[in-house]
């Protein structure tokens, strides 16, 4: 089965830059989603981005104009590229992708954002 690694979290301040990466084991088809959900202490998962052939991405509106995700198909691997984080936006942020109708998740980054 497909595993999904992730890196990139750790501390950022408040206003900071961080990127996030994962990398799928196996090829993941370009017309299948990859993306990024995260859940923040005591509120459900969310989808923060998304990206997939043929698609613009995705994002959720709160993040819309300071995230950026790409993909690199021959990496297998998609990016989340986090500008101007706001305190609220502290989550464990977790890798996605739906494969053989399947989903798989990563095991999750944590992102703190120090005020």
């Known amino acids: 089965q497909v595993q999904l690694v992730q890196s990139g979290g750790g501390l950022v301040p408040a206003g900071g830059s961080l990127t996030l990466s994962c990398a799928a084991s196996e090829t993941i088809f370009s017309s299948n989603w990859m993306g990024w959900y995260r859940q923040a202490p005591g509120r459900q998962r969310e989808l923060v981005a998304r990206i997939r052939r043929g698609r613009d991405p995705d994002y959720l509106v709160s993040v819309y104009g300071r995230f950026t995700i790409s993909r690199d198909n021959a990496k297998k691997t998609v990016y989340l590229q986090m500008n101007r984080l706001e305190p609220d936006y502290t989550a464990v942020y977790y890798c996605?992708?739906?494969?053989?109708?399947?989903?798989?998740w990563g095991p999750g980054n944590q992102v703190p954002l120090s005020s």
């Open positions: 996605h992708t739906r494969h053989w109708g399947i989903d798989r």
